[in-house]
């Protein structure tokens, strides 16, 4: 069975830095196509970034050169930087993964950016 859990959410500060993970079980990330997702409230969820199993990475415009995704095989544990937060990037953030013909997500974290 597929679980996914996302920590390290919180409140940070407008220019602030917070790393998200998301621990995965029933899976191996490393062979798999991973992504990050978030939803403001009132929002649709749109998606933030992704890491294939080859290792290469992209993310969205609106997150471009303040946010990075990677994972740690070891840990089986997929990884959000964010620096240089703004108050447009509150929302609850939600990894994915695509497996055996169903998205899996998980609970979510939240990030509130505010001073």
């Known amino acids: 069975q597929v679980q996914l859990v996302e920590s390290g959410g919180g409140l940070v500060q407008p220019g602030g830095s917070l790393r998200l993970s998301c621990v995965a079980s029933g899976i191996i990330i490393s062979i798999n196509t991973m992504r990050w997702y978030r939803q403001a409230p009132g929002n649709q969820r749109e998606w933030v970034a992704i890491i294939v199993s080859g290792g290469g990475t992209n993310v969205a415009d609106s997150v471009k050169g303040r946010f990075t995704i990677s994972r740690d095989n070891a840990k089986n544990t997929l990884y959000l930087q964010m620096n240089s937060l703004k108050p447009e990037d509150t929302a609850v953030y939600f990894c994915?993964?695509?497996?055996?013909?169903?998205?899996?997500w998980g609970q979510g974290t939240q990030v509130n950016v505010s001073s």
């Open positions: 994915h993964v695509y497996y055996n013909g169903r998205d899996y």
